[in-house]
C-alpha cells in the first residue's frame, strides 16, 4: 500500500513537497504560504473591494509566476515607476494603501498587465498554454487559455486549503 502512495505522489508532482499548491517552471507555491497571504489580502481589503476566492487567489499567483518567466525569456524590464503610474491609472491607489500584502497584489496586477502589453494576447496565451504547471490535485485542476482576470483553477470536489 505505502508504494501505491509513492507512485500517485509522484504521478501527481507532489512528491518532493506535498504541502505544494502548485509548481510552476520548477517554482514552488506553498500552500501555506499562499493561504496565510490570501487571508491576509482579504483582511486588508475588507470593505474596499469583493474578497478574493482562494481558487481565484490561487490561480493569480501561478499567473503571475508565468508571467515573470514570460518576461525573463523576452528580456523585458518593468521599472517601479511604470507599476505606480498604471496603479494611479487603474485607480487602484487606495487598495495599495491597505497593507503590504494588498500592495504586492496591485503591484503584481499592474506587472502582469505591463508585461502583458509588451508581448500582446497571443504571446501572453502562449505562455500561459506551454507553461509547466503542475497544481496540487487536492486544490483543483489547471487548463490553458486564461484570459486577464480570469480563473484557471476549478476547484476540486475538496475543500481548498484550509489552515492546519
Known amino acids: 500500500m505505502v508504494g501505491g502512495v509513492a507512485v500517485a505522489l509522484v504521478a501527481t508532482g507532489c ?6 499548491y502548485a509548481v510552476v517552471n520548477g517554482d514552488e507555491i506553498s500552500a501555506r504560504e499562499l493561504r496565510a497571504e490570501h487571508e491576509a489580502f482579504n483582511e486588508e481589503i475588507a470593505g474596499l473591494m469583493q474578497q478574493e476566492s482562494p481558487e481565484a487567489y490561487g490561480t493569480f499567483r501561478i499567473l503571475h509566476l508565468i508571467v515573470e518567466d514570460l518576461a525573463e525569456e523576452k528580456g523585458i ?18 487598495i495599495a494603501a491597505t497593507g503590504p500584502t494588498a500592495r504586492q497584489y496591485v503591484d503584481d496586477v499592474a506587472y ?3 508585461v502583458m502589453g509588451e508581448v ?21 485542476t489547471w487548463g490553458p487559455g486564461v484570459q486577464p482576470g480570469g480563473s484557471l483553477a476549478q476547484p476540486a470536489p475538496v475543500a481548498p486549503p484550509a489552515a492546519p
Do not use: K, M, W
Request: glycine share 8%; proline share 4%; aromatic share 4%.
Open 77 to 94: 524590464d518593468v521599472s517601479g515607476t511604470e507599476v505606480n503610474t498604471l496603479i494611479r491609472e487603474l485607480g487602484a491607489d487606495q
Open 15 to 20: 512528491a518532493q513537497a506535498p504541502d505544494n
Open 120 to 140: 500582446g494576447q497571443e504571446e501572453f496565451n502562449r505562455a500561459v498554454d506551454e507553461a509547466d504547471v503542475v497544481l496540487n490535485p487536492r486544490y483543483g
Open 112 to 114: 502582469i498587465q505591463l
